[in-house]
């Protein structure tokens, strides 16, 4: 099968499909693989994008969102990924199928709340469109937070962000400490069992020595059943051979009598005669002949079988105690004697294993306390390397908050460790450790001079805390695995020269990885590569030509929509074509 060209270097969102929910009744929205903005007037339905994104993404499904009137409110996406990546595999391996190239995710949610999720064709958990939204997209909103705002995240996203000065010593640390967890296995089975490896040991002993009191040979089990089987039956066999001898060779006791040797013989001559007359009955004169010398070699086995039977008592008597011995064994140690002899080079070796444990358990112990040190290290080097690597980071998403009307908010990155008597030992004081390292990252914001710095998701409002996202992702850009990003009230209590500053980064970061803004803002829409214009009909609801790309003429009215309330202004209108062409020119 033919591989599919992927139509994007990174995974993209291209569309989705969105019925009966809230006031959109039937609507389809086309994102740009770049920077997506999506305008409109209050309560138009913009955030219906957002929610309905968080449903694909395996949120919690509210039958409230149901259209009045609809029995079940449906989202469908289109994601186009490259072969291979992570959401993709995932994707397979639950039964999914890719349309060229593409995942198609659907989630519906009826009226009376009941939930259900297809991928690919495929129904799957809901869960799994949470697993998926892990690798594919990151939602900031007033309500709605992922991505970066959970801990693991952030310590992979600084880890990614420091380099190689985290990644070289984070390799060598989890390499070591997949060994000690390894070794603390073994090193746990070998102690906490040590009463069972004994008896095991003892029961390997007493089969072997069993074994060896026997002695069997290999096979010897068959060869002992054919001999008793011989012996047992010796006086009919000698019997029949004799007279099998007697009907080949003749029967001393009667000489007169015909047997099947003399006949051959006489029908030899007989051919032999007239031979020369036609070699057709010279030909079966030969076949005659070989006939005789064949019947003439059977007799003569037969009688040596017949004078070699041996049908001595004592021997069938201990032919069957050998066997008794054998069977003994078989019982026990396998079906045959070669089962046996194979459970006994196995129970050998085990048993070797079982009184090695002394040895193995100084062996494991010393390698574990080699480990240990070892990590003690590594775990160090990576305190280290994040700690620099945080520095850094605070200082760039402080200085982009500067510019996102937050002038007087310090972002700090707290690591720490927590103590831990079984730990190793970090800064001097043993501390729990994991595949990681020993380091607990997360995010801290002080929004405002004397403010305790607090994790970003507890210290900032609804709208800083998307202009903080903002700021980290910009920062982070290109080394957070997360493709697509979508903004919710990124502008809230923005305005003015930070409002083109927020355009700004977001098309920044849009050069890496899709972006999707809802906003109110025109010097944010200004800078999106695709605008779209969410509409409600008369009736109130948004329909499928509800929402459509904005182009041109179109783009310039609804931009000064945004700047003055009015798309006709003289005065807007200008200020508009100023905003693109701004945009434009910064790109």
Known sequence: MASVKPRYRRPVLEEMRIRSLGVIDDAVVELSPGFTAVTGETGAGKTMVVTSLGLLLGGRADPALVRIGAKAAVVEGRIVLRPGAPAAVRAEEAGAELDDG??????????????????????????????????????????????????????????????????VPLEKYGSAYRRLRAVAVELDEITTRARERAQEADLLRFGLEEIAAVEPLAGEDAELAAEAERLGHAESLASAAQIAHAALAGDVEDPEGVDANTLVAGAHRALDAVRSHDPALGALAERIGELGILLADVAGELAGYADDL????????????????????????????????????????????????????AELTAERDGLRAELSLLAQALTDA?????????????????????????????????????????????????????????????????????????????GELSRVMLAVEVVFAGSDPVPTYLFDEVDAGVGGKAAVEVGRRLAKLAKSAQVVVVTHLPQVAAFADRQLLVEKTNDGSVTRSGVKVLEGEDRVRELSRMLAGHEDSVSARAHAEELLAAARADA
């Not at 003994?328 to 079906?335: P, S, V």
Request: net charge negative; aromatic share 2%; no cysteine.
């Open 310 to 361: 041996d049908a001595d008592p004592l021997r069938l008597a201990a032919v069957e105690e050998r066997r008794a011995a054998l069977t003994q064994l078989t019982r026990k140690y396998g079906d045959s004697i070669d089962s046996v002899l194979e459970w006994a080079e196995r129970g050998s070796a085990r048993l070797l294993e079982l009184d090695g444990d002394d040895e193995r358990i």
């Open 102 to 167: 593409a995942l198609l995710i659907s989630r519906t949610v009826s009226a009376e709340g009941r939930s259900r999720a297809h991928v690919g064709g495929r129904s799957v958990p809901v869960g799994l469109l949470g697993e998926l939204a892990d690798d594919l997209v990151a939602v900031h909103g007033q309500t709605d937070q992922q991505g970066l705002l959970r801990p693991a995240r952030q310590r992979q996203a600084l880890d990614r962000y420091a380099g190689d000065a985290v990644a």
């Open 386 to 462: 994040r700690v620099e690597a945080a520095t850094r980071f605070a200082s760039a998403v402080t200085e982009e908050l500067a510019s996102l009307a937050m002038p007087h908010a310090r972002v700090t990155i707290d690591i720490r460790q927590v103590e831990d008597p079984e730990g190793v030992e970090v800064d001097g004081r043993p501390v729990a450790y994991g595949p990681s390292g020993t380091d607990e990252v997360e995010l801290l914001l002080a929004p405002h001079p004397g403010a305790q710095p607090r994790p970003i998701a507890k210290g900032a409002s609804g």
